[in-house]
Every structure is written in C-alpha cells, then in structure tokens.
C-alpha cells in the first residue's frame, strides 16, 4: 500500500479481553516501531523491530503486552487481559532503513488504533 | 533519563501572525531532534529533522533552530494559515539508540 495500514482503527474491549492490533508497514520496509500515546501527550515507545527479529522490547509496560512480526512484514501487537489502563491510541512506524530511521529522519506512521478499556 | 517539554501546551493566533513553539530537553547528548505534526485522528508526520552537528534546518515557512548546550530547539511558522491548525510534537533521538523521546505537543488554532 501506499501508507503504513492499521486495523482496527477503534477497537472497544471490555476489561480482561484479549485484543490485537494490525499494523501493514509500507512494503520493503526494514524497521517497525509501536509506539502508545495517552490522551494529550506524546508517543512512548514500546518495541522495536528490524525485519522479523524483534530487537528491543523494553517499553512494553508488562508481559500483558506481545508483539511479533513473523515474517518481515505485518505485525501484531496483542494485549491480554486489558486494563482500563491499557486505552490509548497505537501508533505503529516503519522505516526503509535499518537504523529506523535515525539519520534521515523516514519514518512513516499509520493512524493509528485507538483502544478504549470498558 | 531524558525528558523532553514543549511549551505551551496550546496556542490560538490570528491567521497571518508568526510564531514560535519551544522544545526543551533535559539531555544534551542527543543524536537528532525531529519536529513533527499531529492531525486529530491521524498519524504523525514528520517536518524537519536537526542533526547534533547542525543549528537550524528550514523547509518552506518551517524553520527549526537546535542549541544543545542549552537543551532547547524551537520551531517557527512563518505566515500562519488555518491549514497549519494541528498538534506539533517534538521528539529526540538519544546518541546510541534510535528511540524517540517525546514531548507532549503543542496544540495550535490559527483563526481565519
């Protein structure tokens, strides 16, 4: 596609559901990044990917939270047992390059998926 | 660990008017600072990015100015439109990694 795709793009879970999120990064692109973003502030990184090797996971706010990229290209990110913490909106990135970016400043973001916790 | 604020937190202005938003970080050993734009429901775009080796970058009526000594970037518009109405984040980029480190925006209004 011509953007960075992710589905759902609102998603209402009760607490304790299970939820996971769809992120298309922009075709042949290296590095993938899940950022979470609370109401009036900015993004917190969560995890990072270069192609399917998931290279940081240390914003993940707990083992709640899963993310994998199998084969390079779409990943998932899933949240078990949702809190009413957990509501945020998830912005997911992708970069052609594999430092993610970091020298060019190409980074490309989706809508987002805006999770509300009943 | 590195914080990063932008003041204000929200801005009104008549069209027409120029303006500057402020970024402050707390670290200034940063890689890079990247400004960029947050449309309600929509995803971030980037607008310019400043390499620590560079004091300003400019594209179109966007100029963003880098001092790391003193922790501080900021970002003017020149010729303000309607159009330009949005959220603008500033984000850092820390010297041996490629997370971003946020501010938590400045929400802009520029009335027609």
């Known amino acids: 596609g011509a953007g960075v795709s992710q589905s759902p793009r609102y998603k209402v879970a009760k607490r304790g559901q299970d939820v996971a999120l769809r992120c298309d990064p922009i075709s042949g692109h290296v590095s993938l990044f899940w950022y979470q973003q609370a109401l009036g502030q900015g993004p917190e990184f969560l995890t990072y990917f270069q192609n399917e090797a998931q290279l940081d996971k240390s914003g993940l706010p707990s083992d709640r939270f899963f993310a994998e990229r199998p084969e390079g290209s779409v990943s998932t990110l899933k949240i078990q047992r949702t809190q009413q913490e957990d509501s945020a909106v998830y912005l997911c990135?992708?970069?052609?390059?594999?430092?993610?970016?970091?020298?060019?400043?190409?980074?490309?973001f989706g809508e987002g998926s805006r999770l509300t916790v009943l | 660990k590195q914080e990063v604020t932008q003041i204000p937190a929200a801005l009104s202005v008549p069209e027409g008017e120029n303006l500057v938003l402020n970024c402050s970080f707390t670290?200034?050993?940063?890689?890079?600072l990247q400004w960029f734009r947050q449309d309600p429901g929509k995803g971030l775009t980037s607008l310019l990015l400043i390499q620590s080796s560079q004091r300003e970058q400019t594209s179109g009526r966007l100029n963003a100015s880098l001092d790391k000594s003193s922790g501080r970037s900021t970002l003017y518009i020149a010729a303000s439109q309607p159009g330009d109405s949005a959220t603008y984040l500033c984000a850092v980029r820390g010297d041996s990694n490629y997370q971003l480190i946020w501010g938590a925006g400045t929400k802009l209004i520029i009335k027609p």
């Open positions: 670290d200034s050993a940063i890689y890079n």
């Open positions: 990135a992708s970069s052609l390059e594999s430092d993610g970016g970091s020298n060019t400043g190409e980074l490309f």
